[in-house]
């Protein structure tokens, strides 16, 4: 029986332990403070900020609510910015993506002082992953890698697979795998013959947005198979990438959709928040 890796059970875990830090710096007078900003009312965005938020509450962690109307210009969000930068009492910055299209958001994330960059997308920190210096990870492929270490699945010398290789999952993730010294191998939407590519993996972490694309055919047997999608299939269910129900009889550890990757992105947002403060120190 393959293993159900549980990621509402391990981001609890680390909300727990971001609590505990929050609250000890808070004994020493240190309020431990994220800007949450969001453009417009995408109703997807809408409930991905209302979750940072009620994590927030739950951590300790004080939240920084900016609202901003869809018409807002690139001008008014870069000011804003600049002012959050300027403040001591502001530790994370974190501007939900996508923005109205009169806003550029490579401008956007280049202007978050690269200190208080909690998602991780600034060039400096994603530079930094790249050559192994210490900065903010992006949340989600962080999160699977907490997923794996707590459920004590070694990468170590392991064949590792990422199939995409989008600037927030497929490249950190594949630099995070390599940092713990997997043998990494990136696969995304030119390469032939995905099946033969996936089948090497020992551990597969699947980031392609497409509905259970991945099935049993692209899984060898005992890997393990972590899916960072989430969709809506034809029966308006939560589903992932991977096609649970094929790959979970042939793998030794499969991550469910919601329940697996989900959850960890942002219980890693509230550590790297945490990691804010004690980078400034
Ligand atoms: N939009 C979708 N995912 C994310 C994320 O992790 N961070 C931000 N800022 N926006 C997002």
Same mark, same amino acid.
């Given at each position: ?7 509402k ?12 830090k929050?609250?000890e710096?808070?004994? =020493?007078?240190i309020? &431990?403070t994220?800007a949450?900003?969001q /453009? %417009?009312?995408?109703?997807a965005?809408s409930?991905?900020v209302? !979750?940072?938020k009620?994590a927030?509450?739950y951590?300790g962690?004080r ?6 109307p869809q018409?807002?210009?690139e001008?008014e969000?870069?000011?804003?910015i600049d002012?959050?930068?300027?403040r001591e009492?502001?530790?994370g ?17 280049n202007a978050?002082a ?11 920190n994603v530079?930094?992953?790249?050559i ?12 699977v890698?907490q997923?794996?270490?707590r ?6 010398g =392991?064949?590792?697979? &990422?199939v995409?290789r989008?600037?927030? /999952? %497929? ?8 940092r713990e !010294? ?14 033969e590519?996936?089948?090497r993996?020992d ?5 392609v947005?497409?509905p259970?694309?991945?099935n049993a ?25 991977v096609?649970f129900?094929s790959?979970?009889?042939k793998c ?6 919601p329940g697996?990757v989900?959850p960890?992105?942002?219980a890693?947002?509230?550590n790297?928040?945490v990691?804010?403060v004690?980078?400034?120190?």
């Amino acid at each position: 029986m393959a293993q159900v890796i549980d990621g509402k059970m391990i981001s609890a875990q680390i909300k727990d332990e971001v609590r505990d830090k929050v609250a000890e710096l808070k004994s =020493k007078g240190i309020e &431990v403070t994220l800007a949450v900003i969001q /453009v %417009g009312d995408d109703p997807a965005s809408s409930v991905y900020v209302g !979750n940072k938020k009620k994590a927030c509450a739950y951590t300790g962690i004080r939240s920084l609510a900016y609202e901003l109307p869809q018409e807002t210009k690139e001008k008014e969000l870069l000011d804003l910015i600049d002012e959050l930068n300027e403040r001591e009492d502001v530790h994370g910055i974190l501007v939900q993506l996508p923005l109205p299209e009169q806003i550029n958001e490579d401008k956007v994330i280049n202007a978050i002082a690269a200190s208080k960059d909690v998602d991780g997308f600034h060039p400096m920190n994603v530079g930094a992953l790249c050559i192994g210096k210490k900065g903010f990870v992006s949340c989600t492929p962080a999160g699977v890698i907490q997923l794996l270490k707590r459920s004590n699945i070694e990468i170590s010398g =392991k064949e590792c697979v &990422v199939v995409g290789r989008s600037n927030i /999952v %497929g490249k950190p993730m594949s630099l995070l795998l390599l940092r713990e !010294n997997g043998t990494v191998t990136v696969a995304h939407s030119r390469t032939k013959d995905l099946k033969e590519v996936t089948k090497r993996a020992d551990i597969l972490i699947v980031a392609v947005g497409k509905p259970k694309m991945i099935n049993a055919e692209y899984v060898k047997d005992g890997a393990v198979v972590i899916d960072v999608g989430i969709h809506r299939d034809a029966q308006n269910k939560l589903c992932g990438d991977v096609d649970f129900e094929s790959v979970y009889p042939k793998c030794a550890a499969i991550t469910p959709v919601p329940g697996g990757v989900g959850p960890m992105t942002i219980a890693m947002l509230m550590n790297n928040c945490v990691e804010a403060v004690e980078m400034r120190q």
